[in-house]
């Protein structure tokens, strides 16, 4: 059996369900994590409330191994995610004595005022661990198996990068894709015997549209290469197989 | 009081868990909702999993005037949304006599076999409305307030095109954004005073990070305009006082 380590992710902020801002840290988890072998299993977008926040990182912390959130770590009174996370975890939301040194020295540096509302950057649940913030100081957190970071891309994707190797990971789900020129409704029973015969696969398959016509990519994906192999053949084999009929 | 309508909406699909695809509906959704005065609440990513699917639709319909989801409406294997959303409001998942007819007839028109890949497409929840697909004819459906769409972005375009006058609409909320140079330390406290004096305006900060310095857009939403303006107003004078001083 495979050691199968599995992650969920929550988006904070109303900014992304308003549509003005496009979320650009999904995808880049996903692909991060089936890069060293974690399976993001759930991902929920919720508004800038505590209480939405609170539910939604009770509901999947026991549920995955990992957790990953991004934004509301930020200065402002909408950023309230510290806030949130102390709360679902029922601890006290504090200063942190080392965030606040290193902030307080590294706005002192650069002649800016330590606002209160800096502050606020500095304060995370009591028992905590930060995750460094190369681009910008004030650090995100680490409170059991959740990771708490900046919305901001470049932010969050360096503090993934400072993340990762902390995570233990699985077993690498390996993929290889099959273009198909044929629409799903083609190949979609064919496509169900393979699957039905390979239980030790995932073949997904995801159609596309272009000019008015239907083309698929099909997917195999599994946790050893001779699952993979197998399946992935036999796909290929239907494809060929189904050329000069679908053509 | 405003007439307030919210919305979830749920993605359904392993491709876009994995990284492999990049989901390009949410954002279309969430534009097409804050334009016509919808609030959407809160989005859900879930995998090709039955159990998962049923889960998080019967998590999301009771909470809100409507549900939208997105993906798993092909005629593969893996397109099991239909059969998961009958599942989750009880009712069988049966061939559609209508959705049946028109289908067969679209495939023989074309001169192509109406296998039972594509006769899946056909299937829905006892009891569904179409959901009419301009672009490649398989319907989605509506159950409820649960509407089912394609999750090949034009199709699902298309089909929420047809959704969106079926729709309750609520008042909308209005939104007006105010370019801030200065990073969201600096305005911090100003602005968390500007929200507290206007309790009937959501004040939203989202700082943007570029070449080493931040800058902050900042958007007050309200539901009326005079509420609207009178908060908008307020943010403008905070950044123009803190000019000088923030330079």
Chains 1, 2 share one sequence.
């Not at 992650?7 to 979320?23: C, F, N, P, W, Y």
């Not at 004595?97 to 307080?104: F, N, R, S």
């Not at 696969?201 to 050893?224: C, H, N, Q």
Request: hydrophobic letters at 45%; charged letters at 25%.
């Amino acid at each position: 059996m495979a050691d199968i380590i599995t992650a969920a992710m929550i988006v904070i902020g109303d900014e992304i369900l308003s549509g003005r801002t496009k979320d650009r840290n999904i995808g880049h988890l996903a692909d991060v994590m089936t890069a060293i072998g974690i399976d993001l299993k759930e991902v929920r977008i919720v508004p800038d409330e505590e209480d939405e926040i609170v539910a939604a990182v009770n509901a999947v912390r026991s549920r995955y191994d990992y957790v990953f959130t991004s934004g509301g770590i930020g200065p402002t009174h909408d950023d309230i995610t510290a806030d949130s996370i102390s709360k679902a975890f029922g601890v006290p939301c504090e200063y942190d004595d080392k965030a606040y040194a290193m902030m307080e020295a590294h706005y002192a540096k650069r002649g800016l005022e330590f606002t209160d509302a800096r502050k606020r950057m500095a304060r995370m649940p009591r028992g905590a661990d930060h995750i460094d913030n190369p681009v910008s100081m004030a650090p995100g957190f680490r409170i059991g198996n959740v990771h708490v970071m900046a919305g901001v891309p470049s932010i969050f994707q360096a503090m993934l990068d400072n993340v990762v190797p902390t995570l233990r990971t699985g077993q690498k789900l390996l993929s290889t894709a099959i273009h198909c020129p044929f629409g799903e409704g083609v190949i979609g029973g064919p496509l169900a015997e393979i699957q039905k015969a390979h239980p030790d696969t995932i073949i997904g398959s995801y159609p596309k549209y272009l000019d008015g016509a239907f083309w698929t990519e099909l997917v195999v994906r599994a946790r050893t290469q001779e699952a993979l192999d197998a399946a992935a053949e036999e796909v290929r084999a239907m494809v060929e197989a189904l050329g000069p009929k679908a053509a």
